[in-house]
DNA sequence: CTGAAAGCGCTTACAG
DNA sequence: CTGAAAGCGCTTACAG
């Protein structure tokens, strides 16, 4: 009893309906060719016999393999952020729209992991790459370039020549979003808990605050440490330990796990958030919405990032025609107001 | 200047070799029938070229696609545990090891997903699937056991015959360690936080946890309802609002985002975690080890059941020996200790 | 141990 | 508009 996908092939399907196989191939690949009655009867015969072109067969012969290579690294320990996992997942439906599939591999970070980006390559196991978790310094954005590989990086490149076509998250945009927010519910010393210089990321995030700040004649006010919720805890500390006349009432985090980290520093000093300091956090993370946390923050608009990245790759590729525009596409992410950031004052300017 | 890539086939192998394709063919496959000299000439020859064999040309002919299809599912919104994440990381760390991939695809939940498993299979496109998400009542277990598609699912069926290979985590074992640890601490009210009935994984977690209540002359106490944190935090306030002499020590949880809930209950009457009250998640997400939450949780051995899954099922496609034993492998998570279920009490027993 | 031949299933110019 | 032919790059019996 073999399945009813086992046999069907373009030879079962011509002397089904009575054609040749080329006119089979022809009803699949230029139906305007073929006159309407015999595409009839070609088409009743894939139906009824289930055909579907053998992936193999196709891509042997036309030399492009409909798949997209993504090299999934290892969430880090403790990672909140499920980001990754759903761009993955909006690239494999857009790509889907388009008969592509993804193609999961894995692979060390830095230069030592070009060799397996060279081996699928070498193997024509695919036709592109989407890139994430990119760094600054990757190496991959210029490898890739240099080999004329079609690519598409989800995060641009933060040294050195920007090379390739990369779609990005406008973090600048977004911190000089919530600042504005803070501002307009009435805050007036905004304090910043970032990253050390140099992470790219973090930069574009601390520049928007910081020229928000100057826009709104604020004093910026920023300090930054490596780590997550335990160091944003420690540099909310002592920011709020600070005199009452000099004390931020607002928190502005770069990211979801420092602003956690604050928001354990307010709770360890009686300090309700959003009533008597306001804290927003970047990410959107699902611990955000929590209750008891219900914390402000910067959401990515990741299902669209991931839908962009396909279809500038297929451009590149040839399967759809190249979206207008520059190669590089910044798309700003949406602030989602919570208890965090509640009107603590109301708003001195309406 | 074309790449390294683009060119080398065996034809150019074995010209450069001065040998037929059939021999380079050999040396690929086959070594022990060539003699080591030409061998090594082959070799040195399929270094030079950086040669790798063309996949669909491989595919066509052995009709081994070596790509392993992974059904990727959107992540529901706020969901808090990445573990397919790390799932799907293993999967394709693991597969790699014997020169396969992971195909991603999207499909609707439940029949009419079906569909694009069918199509995947009769486009030749994937050897087998690595099910994950599953559900009571799954149709495709049953579906691809009647195909003859080998298939290996992370989570056993819960309905119906159990059809196909899995491999699944023992939430029973689980609970009765949780539920063991607690009384081994001092605590003699345990009560349960739950899914209603009919989940299939909340079953198993209740099971396991009414069993070792009784084991241990406790009275199991299960409250359930529909939900996450939200409704962890209901069912944990009316536990808590109960009589002194009535009132649980300790909540177990039937997933860490009831117990995030059921920790905010605690929270929200000066009740401190571990010290008044212990309490005990499942899942191990990254939130509960968030300074200020601390959350005593199972940890799944994921990494585990991805390289176990894919090991299963290369034994059924003949890529390795099947691994001996049953169809089914059952792993134990893993008790991660934290400040929530600190001593409160001595042990009353040592 | 090595080589010539067939064929996996498809697409793409090219005649008719 | 339709069909016979070539060929994508590989592997696998089969002779020598």
Redesign the pocket.
Known sequence: MATPESGA???SVATVAG?????V??V??AP????PE?RQRVEDAIRELRYR??RS??S???RISRLIGYCIQPAPAGNLNPVLDRFVHAVTESAAAHGFHVLLFTAPTGSAGLDRYAELLAQRAVDGFVLADTVVADPRPGWLTEQGVPFVAFGRSWSGPDRGHWVDVDGAAGMTEAVEHLHAIGHRRIAFIGWPEGSGVGDDRVAGYTAACLRLGLDPRVVRAEGGAGTGRALAAALLDDAAEARPTALVCVSDESAYGALRALAERGLRPGEDVAVVGFDDTPAARLPGVDLTSLSQPIEQIGHESVLMLLGLLGVVELPPGPEHRLLRPSLVVRASSRPAVPPTEA
């Open positions: 092939t373009l030879e054609v040749s196989r080329q006119t191939s022809n699949l690949n305007e060719r073929v006159a015999t072109p053998n067969a196709r042997l012969r036309t």
